[in-house]
């Protein structure tokens, strides 16, 4: 079981929204901001649309898995190891809820202060971005981290915008693709730093909960079992980057037969389809 983080396009945020319009955390997610129909919400906005991403695919997990029976692990894409520490029994879906609220808050504030963007590079290796990126630091200094290591040639980077848009125009130039993620800041990297004390007084306010399954950290790449150190993946999560490939090697390694994706968008199914470690069980209502 699988939850990807806020990467998804607005449009396929809205679909699963409209599936669940009867459910008390989508009530608490318009009531939240302010709004009477889902069609009012602001899914631009990254302090509505982490909360949406999180409402969503806990939901669809819970409603197809009943509860976590049969599951034997499970991982989350940035923001999604969040909702996958809740799925697993780390903490409540009430108090998940108000921490992704805050998170998205923090992502805002973090961006009005030290304003950032990712893009997700598609036809380089590790080894090319590396040398991309550190050629592009040589002529622009500024702030060029890989963030996400998605598979072996689709790899994002995330920054300040001249940066970014420099390490963009190099990776043209290579003929690779680039398409820019509707995130509103710089995940993953030290321009999050501002965030990162508040960030994690935020969690620390949290009761914990015994893990029914263990969570594969997307951070370290190992499944865990103590929520302390989950809590601890998460704050450090800010700044480091996400090895998706290698975390769905090790849900492989770990004994996971297959992978589901609990949406919403289908980006990591249609991400693990194109990888292949492990088979992609169909989505739950094509999330």
Not at 209 to 221: E, T
């Amino acid at each position: 079981m699988v939850f990807p983080g806020q990467g998804i396009a607005p449009e396929k945020l809205a679909e699963p929204l409209a599936r669940l319009p009867d459910e008390p955390m989508v009530r608490r997610l318009l009531d939240r901001f302010g709004v009477r129909r889902r069609t009012d919400l602001d899914l631009t906005d990254t302090r509505v649309a982490q909360p949406v991403v999180y409402v969503c695919g806990l939901l669809n997990a819970l409603a197809e898995t009943d509860g976590r029976a049969g599951v034997p692990a499970t991982a989350g894409h940035s923001l999604g190891e969040l909702t996958a520490f809740v799925f697993a029994g780390g903490m409540s879906a009430e108090d998940g809820f108000e921490v992704v609220v805050r998170r998205g808050e923090l992502f805002h504030e973090a961006q009005r202060s030290e304003p950032g963007i990712m893009v997700v590079l598609m036809g380089l290796d590790l080894l090319e971005v590396e040398w991309l990126r550190r050629s592009v630091l040589a002529v622009h200094p500024g702030v060029l981290e890989v963030a996400n290591i998605n598979s072996e040639r689709q790899i994002v980077l995330s920054g300040d915008p001249v940066t970014v848009r420099a390490a963009v125009a190099a990776a043209e130039d290579r003929f690779a693709l680039a398409r820019y993620l509707p995130v509103g800041a710089a995940a993953h990297s030290p321009l999050m730093g501002v965030a990162l004390d508040r960030w994690r007084a935020v969690l620390a306010r949290v009761s914990l909960g015994a893990l029914r399954i263990p969570v594969m950290s997307g951070i370290d790449c190992r499944p865990h079992r103590d929520p302390e150190e989950c809590v601890e993946l998460l704050v450090r999560s800010l700044l480091l980057p996400v090895r998706w490939s290698e975390t769905v090697e090790a849900l492989r390694a770990f004994g996971a037969p297959a992978m589901w994706d609990a949406g919403p968008g289908g980006v990591l199914h249609n991400l693990g389809c194109r990888i292949g470690i492990l088979p992609c069980v169909e989505q739950f209502g094509g999330a």
